[in-house]
């Protein structure tokens, strides 16, 4: 059990983690999200609050943790002219690892083909693999990852994405700061929506989404229009203006949009999207921002 | 022009926006000019030391000694032949006039531009007296300027190599953020540091190895004092330069600053402690300040074992001081070491 509570750029947060949960906490850039996690890394004490894992502080057993948290930074810029499986050794001499050890992960990390490649050498999206490969060389029970795909491409991502759906039958817990909703969506059963220091959200999606009625029209149009003539759209929830369009939350689409239609007659649509809410959607209607503002 | 001004405005913004450079970038630079200024502004109208050896009865002498004090740009120190020698091998003067009943006889080394110019001096004074002088090269093994050289220059290998193999490697790491990620591993932070020491050791053989391979077979250096003492030298300034080296790497996390922090030990030691020239040329008040900073004791205990034939007995006190350096200094690095 790990249990969280902090204040200032992480304010008030009180959060407990269980033993195999996957746990996106996702946000806009400054939500507190890394301070958060360097909190739990262990890497920055809280000015007021405690963090217990596994019923433990980092104060009073801060080697035992290091064992058993594994972590994987945003960037990590390993040695240039190191090669790829000298780096590993390199790391998993901090804990004994076996060479078959480090094949393995290597193996794991779909990088034993460039095992013998320098770092510098390597892709972004590579050189990410190479830090998640080096994060799980000790066997973490928990395994936090900062951002792990921030600024690599699409296929990148969704090799990292795999990589960590293939260690979820170990039983690792994940958590996985990110600003991208798909991630957090595909990646974590339980999500905590962060902003400004705050948790705004938690739970599994599919609640998160319930919560807020489950369904948006997206539109963009020429004149702005007023939230009082929308309220008499049947299941109306709330509605975010935004430059040149807006975003109407709605409890059940097929009754709404002809209302919506009527009443926004006048404004001049000129582009609309109707889709199932996404947790960019509930982020927008907590906040009237989007993440990645 | 506007986009030239905005990217020249930014670039300048960034910079007077970094305490550490503006240090660095403006103050360090006129600080040393002032060291240096201090040091060589008079060079070449500065006194010159000249030993002078009298082998001759008192009564007999002709007037060198006198000849040579008349000249005020002339640091006259009388001495015996030995220790007009040593002081030549240390650098504390530049030539050596010997006199006898048969006359004048001035010795230097033709590759010391100092000694050029002391011998200039030497001769132009003699001259007044039309005292007969004769000059002889010393081209002796352990006399000449290369052998005043090679020690000085096996010290400059040690501290730089410590300085930049160790301080700006630790920089890089933790720039880098490589040195989180190995904490987070859990790798143990004194073997962190210990490796530092290690590979040191290791780098500095070969460094130290290959100077003194060339030394010896292009100009026929050689060790003359034991082999164990100048291995406890070697060792001894390798500890000093890993400690300095962490205390100054300790906290920079920008290449920027730990560039500054490290120029800012290295340059200054460079030219004060008497690397390639002696630190003799130095105000007498600051000689004895500059004879204990930690590189000029390991150019002179090198110098002591190579040229001098020193043992283990004549360098174990500079030894013990420049482990102590090495030993406080390194608690001072670890204390303030940041490490994320």
């Given at each position: 059990?790990?249990?969280f509570r902090a204040l200032r750029a992480v304010d008030g947060v009180d959060l407990?983690?269980?033993?195999?949960?996957?746990v996106g906490l996702l946000g806009p850039n400054g939500a507190g999200k890394t301070t958060l996690v360097e909190m739990?890394?262990?890497?920055?004490?809280?000015?007021?609050g405690?963090?217990?894992?596994?019923?433990?502080?980092?104060?009073?057993?801060?080697?035992?943790?290091?064992?058993?948290?594994?972590?994987?930074?945003q960037?990590?810029?390993?040695?240039?002219?190191?090669?790829?499986?000298?780096?590993?050794?390199?790391?998993?001499?901090?804990?004994?690892?076996?060479?078959?050890?480090?094949?393995?992960?290597?193996?794991?990390?779909?990088?034993?083909?460039?095992?013998?490649?320098?770092?510098?050498?390597?892709?972004?999206?590579?050189?990410?693999?190479?830090?998640?490969?080096?994060?799980?060389?000790?066997?973490?029970?928990?395994?936090?990852?900062d951002e792990p795909t921030t600024g690599?491409?699409p296929?990148?991502r969704?090799?990292?994405?795999?990589?960590?759906?293939?260690?979820?039958?170990?039983?690792?817990?994940?958590i996985l700061t990110t600003h991208y909703m798909e991630e957090a969506e595909h990646l974590c059963e339980r999500i905590v929506v962060m902003d400004k220091g705050r948790v705004l959200a938690d739970g599994p999606k599919r609640e998160l989404l319930a919560s807020m009625g489950g369904e948006t029209i997206s539109f963009r149009a020429k004149k702005k229009i007023a939230e009082k003539s929308l309220r008499r759209v049947p299941g109306f929830l709330s509605y975010i203006p935004q430059d040149g369009g807006g975003r109407v939350f709605v409890s059940r689409m097929r009754d709404a949009l002809p209302v919506f239609l009527s009443a926004a007659k006048s404004a001049g649509i000129t582009d609309i999207e109707c889709r199932r809410s996404t947790l960019d959607d509930v982020f927008i209607h907590m906040t009237g921002r989007t993440l990645n503002e | 022009?506007?986009?030239?001004?905005?990217?020249?405005?930014?670039?300048?913004?960034?910079?007077?926006?970094?305490?550490?450079?503006?240090?660095?970038?403006?103050?360090?630079?006129?600080?040393?000019?002032?060291?240096?200024?201090?040091?060589?502004?008079?060079?070449?109208?500065?006194?010159?030391?000249?030993?002078?050896?009298?082998?001759?009865?008192?009564?007999?002498?002709?007037?060198?000694?006198?000849?040579?004090?008349?000249?005020?740009?002339?640091?006259?120190?009388?001495?015996?032949?030995?220790?007009?020698?040593?002081?030549?091998?240390?650098?504390?003067?530049?030539?050596?006039?010997?006199?006898?009943?048969?006359?004048?006889?001035?010795?230097?080394?033709?590759?010391?531009?100092?000694?050029?110019?002391?011998?200039?001096?030497?001769?132009?004074?003699?001259?007044?007296?039309?005292?007969?002088?004769?000059?002889?090269?010393?081209?002796?093994?352990?006399?000449?300027?290369?052998?005043?050289?090679?020690?000085?220059?096996?010290?400059?290998?040690?501290?730089?190599?410590?300085?930049?193999?160790?301080?700006?490697?630790?920089?890089?790491?933790?720039?880098?953020?490589?040195?989180?990620?190995?904490?987070?591993?859990?790798?143990?932070?004194?073997?962190?540091?210990?490796?530092?020491?290690?590979?040191?050791?290791?780098?500095?053989?070969?460094?130290?190895?290959?100077?003194?391979?060339?030394?010896?077979?292009?100009?026929?250096?050689?060790?003359?004092?034991?082999?164990?003492?100048?291995?406890?030298?070697?060792?001894?300034?390798?500890?000093?330069?890993?400690?300095?080296?962490?205390?100054?790497?300790?906290?920079?996390?920008?290449?920027?600053?730990?560039?500054?922090?490290?120029?800012?030990?290295?340059?200054?030691?460079?030219?004060?402690?008497?690397?390639?020239?002696?630190?003799?040329?130095?105000?007498?008040?600051?000689?004895?300040?500059?004879?204990?900073?930690?590189?000029?004791?390991?150019?002179?205990?090198?110098?002591?074992?190579?040229?001098?034939?020193?043992?283990?007995?004549?360098?174990?006190?500079?030894?013990?001081?420049?482990?102590?350096?090495?030993?406080?200094?390194?608690?001072?690095?670890?204390?303030?070491?940041?490490?994320?």
């Open positions: 059990m790990k249990t407990t983690i269980r033993r195999g949960e996957y739990i890394e262990g890497i920055q004490a809280p000015d007021d405690e963090i217990h894992i596994f019923g433990k502080s980092w104060a009073d057993s801060a080697e035992e943790l290091r064992k058993r948290v594994g972590l994987c930074l960037e990590t810029h390993f040695m240039d002219k190191i090669r790829v499986r000298e780096t590993m050794k390199l790391f998993g001499s901090f804990h004994d690892s076996t060479e078959e050890r480090v094949d393995e992960m290597l193996g794991l990390v779909n990088l034993t083909d460039k095992s013998r490649d320098f770092v510098v050498n390597l892709s972004g999206g590579q050189k990410q693999r190479l830090a998640l490969g080096i994060a799980l060389l000790s066997r973490p029970e928990i395994l936090i990852l690599l491409d296929h990148a969704r090799e990292i994405w795999k990589i960590l759906g293939d260690i979820r039958n170990a039983g690792t817990t994940l | 022009m506007k986009q030239i001004l905005q990217l020249s405005l930014a670039q300048l913004r960034g910079f007077l926006r970094e305490p550490g450079i503006l240090f660095w970038a403006f103050a360090f630079p006129i600080l040393m000019a002032w060291v240096l200024g201090a040091a060589f502004d008079k060079k070449g109208e500065g006194p010159v030391s000249v030993s002078l050896v009298q082998t001759s009865p008192a009564a007999l002498r002709p007037t060198a000694g006198a000849s040579l004090k008349k000249d005020p740009l002339i640091h006259l120190r009388e001495e015996s032949a030995d220790a007009a020698l040593l002081a030549l091998r240390r650098g504390e003067s530049q030539i050596i006039v010997e006199e006898n009943s048969a006359g004048v006889k001035v010795r230097f080394d033709p590759a010391n531009q100092e000694a050029v110019l002391a011998r200039y001096r030497a001769e132009r004074a003699l001259s007044k007296n039309q005292l007969p002088v004769n000059v002889e090269q010393i081209t002796a093994r352990g006399s000449r300027y290369v052998d005043f050289l090679v020690p000085g220059l096996v010290a400059l290998g040690i501290m730089n190599s410590c300085m930049w193999g160790i301080g700006w490697l630790m920089i890089e790491f933790r720039m880098k953020k490589l040195l989180r990620a190995m904490i987070a591993a859990s790798m143990k932070r004194i073997q962190y540091l210990i490796s530092f020491f290690v590979t040191r050791i290791i780098a500095n053989t070969v460094e130290t190895g290959l100077l003194l391979l060339f030394a010896g077979l292009y100009f026929g250096i050689r060790i003359e004092g034991t082999l164990l003492a100048f291995m406890m030298v070697i060792v001894a300034g390798l500890v000093a330069f890993t400690g300095i080296a962490i205390l100054g790497a300790c906290r920079a996390a920008s290449t920027q600053v730990g560039n500054g922090i490290l120029n800012a030990v290295t340059l200054p030691l460079m030219i004060l402690s008497g690397v390639f020239f002696s630190y003799h040329n130095f105000p007498d008040a600051v000689v004895p300040i500059i004879r204990y900073l930690p590189l000029t004791l390991l150019a002179d205990s090198l110098r002591a074992v190579f040229v001098e034939g020193a043992g283990v007995a004549q360098v174990w006190l500079s030894c013990a001081i420049l482990c102590i350096t090495g030993a406080v200094t390194f608690v001072a690095g670890l204390r303030f070491y940041r490490w994320y």
